[in-house]
């Protein structure tokens, strides 16, 4: 198993490498350091060795893990969490109420993913075990949640990606955990002295004016830290916020003129793989790059949604 050592963050918080789909740097599981040990986000079964490693290393036993958050429901958050659970005896997973049913009984969540991953199911996410219903615990708009004598978490609803998400935000960092609604983060293209941004857009809830909406939410609450589900914390917040509504007008553009012109979501792929990768080649990112690959699949499951989305506003 590919390992690597936590990526300790600051703030008491430490973002360990779930290895999701096999690459590095792809989704991963926060761990915040509190009274109340608590995580936020599984990835899907395959990464949950990644994180009781990574949970190790740190000097955590399982059993000292209380809560665990999962922003959404989606399968590269939450996938793992019956899994985890079994090796955390002691902890509560913590739902947004749109989703809670959905831990408890996976089979729609199963039939959706093997729609969009088909044959690859398997390898990617299995297994899925149900949460046991007294194992959850649902977090509405603005609840909270007192972890540590001086740490009180606040979940806002933040719908736009899907209708079952929430952000959380922690007082102590001033930053909040935003799952996939402010997009994906690349750390990918550091190399080339500067970050990507990206909505994403994958099916079957993604609503752009939603998504706009609620990162306006997110920038009234003046955070100084976005913790992406992919991959990692940005201190950079404007910039986030002004490539992700750039891109998320692209991205909305492409789809329809591509439906207008009797096109499918591979041709919205494909025309949305152009545009960007004409932006990272003028930023000096060469072709054969690693994010590339990457962002051949996010692209394919984005514009998905980008289609789906178009159906859905014609009929």
């Not at 729609?115 to 959850?136: N, T």
Request: aromatic share 8%.
């Amino acid at each position: 198993m590919t390992h690597k050592q936590p990526i300790d963050l600051g703030n008491r918080i430490h973002l360990i490498d779930g290895f999701d789909l096999g690459w590095e740097s792809r989704t991963g599981t926060y761990v915040i350091r509190e009274e109340m040990l608590t995580l936020v986000e599984t990835s899907a079964s395959p990464s949950i060795p990644y994180v009781l490693q990574g949970l190790a290393d740190l000097g955590i036993k399982p059993e000292d893990v209380r809560y665990i958050i999962v922003t959404h429901i989606h399968l590269d958050h939450s996938g793992g969490a019956g899994l985890l659970l079994q090796h955390c005896p002691n902890a509560q997973v913590v739902v947004h109420p749109k989703g809670a049913r959905h831990l408890m009984n996976p089979e729609r969540l199963i039939e959706s993913a093997k729609m969009v991953y088909g044959e690859q199911f398997d390898s990617l996410f299995a297994p899925i075990l149900p949460v046991p219903e007294e194992k959850v615990i649902v977090m509405a708009d603005r609840e909270t949640l007192s972890i540590g004598p001086a740490c009180t978490l606040q979940f806002f609803d933040t719908p736009g990606h899907a209708n079952h998400h929430f952000s959380i935000y922690d007082p102590i960092s001033n930053g909040l955990f935003t799952g996939d609604t402010c997009g994906i983060k690349y750390p990918q293209t550091e190399d080339a002295g500067f970050t990507l941004y990206l909505p994403t857009t994958s099916p079957n809830q993604f609503n752009p004016d939603a998504m706009l909406k609620s990162m306006e939410l997110i920038k009234e609450l003046g955070i100084g830290r976005i913790y992406f589900g992919h991959f990692g914390m940005s201190t950079a917040v404007e910039t986030v916020y002004e490539q992700v509504r750039q891109w998320l007008d692209v991205f909305v553009d492409t789809a329809r003129e591509a439906v207008d012109a009797g096109k499918g979501q591979k041709e919205i792929a494909a025309a949305l793989f152009e545009k960007i990768k004409q932006a990272l080649t003028e930023k000096g990112v060469p072709d054969g790059h690693r994010i590339y690959e990457i962002l051949q699949l996010d692209l394919d499951v984005c514009a998905m949604g980008l289609a789906l989305y178009q159906k859905q506003i014609r009929s």
